[in-house]
């Protein structure tokens, strides 16, 4: 079966400093996989997605970029923080079934 | 712009009843998905259902089904005999094209005792 991966699962840093964060899938081959950002009491906010080792497509201009240096890793980096990056960060994935798949997440505290 | 919008930011419902959520969606696609996913204190995303928007028939999973109006581009979610395990934020999405997602901004459903 397949399992999804996020860590940490609760991160505070200060303003200004770098961020990474990672996901990685098991038990499947070439997925689809996105970040998303939930702020408190908002919906979720698509922030990249992949469709293949490489490929990056973004969809809010902003201070974070995403890389995916394997098949089945996903990563969201920042080279200096901000207040408003604070949130719950997600991962998820899918393949040519169209519902997605989440991770636990990760709680991003900037102060 | 494709959008989701829920306008129930808050909902609750008496254990055992009947409650429904509303979703509409903005979209020039003829060919879409729809979902209801729930997040659960835990905050982890569950699928909930899903809808092909090819298909007429309603979905329906256990308590749960969607009245899906293709032409009123509306998706709503009812829960018969609502459970306290029931209480969650719940998110209705749709998947214009091939990858991208579109999330509504959720409706907070308390189930009370």
């Known amino acids: 079966s397949q399992t999804i991966h996020q860590w940490p699962a609760t991160l505070v840093q200060p303003v200004g400093s770098p961020l990474s964060l990672e996901c990685t899938v098991e038990g499947t081959s070439n997925p689809n996989l996105y970040w998303y950002r939930q702020a408190a009491g908002r919906g979720l906010q698509l922030l990249f997605y992949?469709?293949?080792?490489?490929?990056i497509s973004s969809e809010v201009p902003q201070n974070l970029s995403a890389s995916r240096p394997q098949d089945r890793q996903f990563i969201l980096s920042s080279k200096k923080l901000l207040l408003s990056d604070s949130g719950f960060y997600l991962c998820?994935?899918?393949?040519?079934?169209?519902?997605?798949?989440f991770g636990p997440g990760t709680r991003l505290t900037v102060l | 712009a494709q959008t989701v919008t829920q306008s129930q930011p808050e909902m609750s419902v008496q254990e055992a009843e009947t409650v429904t959520l509303s979703c509409t969606y903005d979209?020039?696609?003829?060919?879409?998905?729809l979902f209801w996913y729930k997040q659960p204190p835990s905050r982890q995303m569950i699928l909930v259902i899903r809808q092909e928007a090819y298909k007429q028939q309603n979905a329906t999973e256990n308590r749960f089904s969607v009245n899906f109006q293709k032409a009123a581009k509306s998706f709503s979610l009812k829960i018969s005999d609502s459970q306290l395990g029931d209480t969650a934020m719940y998110f209705c999405?749709?998947?214009?094209?091939?990858?991208?997602?579109?999330f509504g901004t959720g409706t907070r459903l308390k189930v009370l005792a």
């Open positions: 998820a994935w899918n393949l040519q079934d169209y519902e997605q798949f």
């Open positions: 992949s469709v293949g080792i490489g490929q």
């Open positions: 999405a749709f998947r214009p094209g091939t990858y991208k997602y579109i």
């Open positions: 979209t020039s696609e003829s060919n879409y998905y």
